[in-house]
């Protein structure tokens, strides 16, 4: 993983947001020497702070915690925040050992999410399918609010790329057309409809739409 790229990507993110790195380490409870630490490349966070530090429609679940059982990894973001949202991707690729590819296999599968209300609550789970993309894929989020999130399967090479989109562009993806959906003209949302798309970080209770609690 370029620890740069990925400094160079938070810093660029914090300034969007206006603040300074003393305020953005108080809002991750972390100090500011470990942002300074992050920005200039010498030390990553964790990729779960991520969907806290750009504000994303996703409790990242999907994703791993860490990268220590990756023999190789492939990072990329591309995220731009706006006033109200935050659009682009991020992409990880990451190539395990069969065995440790296995057992994130096994991870993936078993995703829940329990969203609580009052006195009720449901658990979500993940979604396989073998058709949408180009690879199979383990799905938590699909177009709910124009985000989607999932995990696509290479098994003959044992590695896993891990992918959220935010208000997709087809267009300005093009050059990962091989993890996107096979119609890319399914992105075209009617907005009307995204929030009857599917995720597992929120469910609807009656007319109330309620958020997993450990987002953001």
Known sequence: MDQKKVGSFLKELRKEKGITQEKFAEEL???GRTVSRWETGSNLPDISLLVH???????????????????????????KTGMF????????KSKYSKENYDKEIKRLS????????????????????ENMYHYPAYI?????DYVYEYALLDEAN?????????????TDLVK???YLKKNVGA????????????????????DIYYEYTDMQ
């Open 29 to 31: 409870a972390v100090s």
């Open 53 to 79: 530090i750009a504000d994303l429609d996703s409790g990242f679940m999907i994703f791993p915690d860490d990268t220590d059982e990756m023999l190789e990894v492939e990072y990329t973001s591309n995220l």
């Open 85 to 92: 949202d935050t659009d682009g991707c991020i992409i990880l």
């Open 110 to 129: 078993e995703i829940t999410c329990e969203i609580k209300y009052q006195n009720e609550s449901v658990k979500n789970e993940v979604r396989y399918d």
């Open 140 to 144: 938590t989020s699909d177009g709910f």
């Open 158 to 170: 044992d590695t896993i790329i891990y992918v959220l989109l935010s208000y997709p562009n087809a």
């Open 176 to 178: 990962y057309k091989e």
């Open 187 to 206: 992105y075209i949302l009617d907005h009307k409809n995204v929030l009857e798309e599917f995720t597992i970080y929120v469910h609807k209770f009656g």
